[in-house]
């Protein structure tokens, strides 16, 4: 019963209205076994391959923007205060291209599990890739950036391949 009210609040826009909305992000925190998390309209949070051997866990005060994927295939972590906005795309799992079958679809999944650390701000229209298997503490991704290796604590990153531009200064 929970997985049928999930999919039907994640693909249904009238629930992003008023109370509907509260509605939404109670179901989806049940599901997910999270606290306190908000979920925009069209959002899709699940394991986009079956594998028994995934965790999940999800910190306190998650923020998911309008239509974003977060693929739980590989198993995910995601600290406290995380921030993922519009059109992001977060993939655990890739498939092999080479020893196998051409028909790429036959072939073995390979599963990543990605730690996103507490305070983190992954900027609209990102993909994360499963070769990253880390975003650190408080780094910030730019909008439209393809993260294709780990993100070490306070670095703003940017760009396809994103790259460190800078780290982040905080007051003390």
Not at 79 to 96: A, L, P, W
Request: glycine share 10%; net charge positive; charged share 15%.
């Amino acid at each position: 019963m929970l997985k049928a009210l999930y999919i039907l609040f994640r693909s249904s826009a009238v629930f992003g209205l008023g109370p509907l909305r509260h509605l939404r992000n109670s179901i989806y925190a049940r599901h997910l076994s999270a606290h306190r998390i908000n979920v925009d309209s069209q959002v899709r949070i699940q394991a986009l391959h079956h594998n028994k051997g995934a965790l999940i866990n999800i910190g306190a005060d998650l923020h998911v923007g309008y239509n974003s994927l977060i693929d739980l295939s590989g198993g995910l972590s995601i600290g406290k205060r995380v921030t993922i906005s519009e059109g992001v795309k977060v993939f655990t799992h890739g498939h092999e291209i080479d020893g196998g079958t051409i028909d790429w679809r036959l072939n073995r999944v390979n599963f990543s599990h990605l730690n996103i650390e507490d305070d983190v701000w992954i900027g609209s229209g990102s993909i994360i890739l499963p070769s990253a298997s880390k975003l650190g503490a408080g780094s910030i991704i730019a909008a439209g950036s393809v993260v294709t290796q780990c993100v070490p604590p306070l670095a703003v990153v940017a760009g396809s391949p994103a790259r460190i531009v800078r780290y982040r200064t905080l007051e003390d």
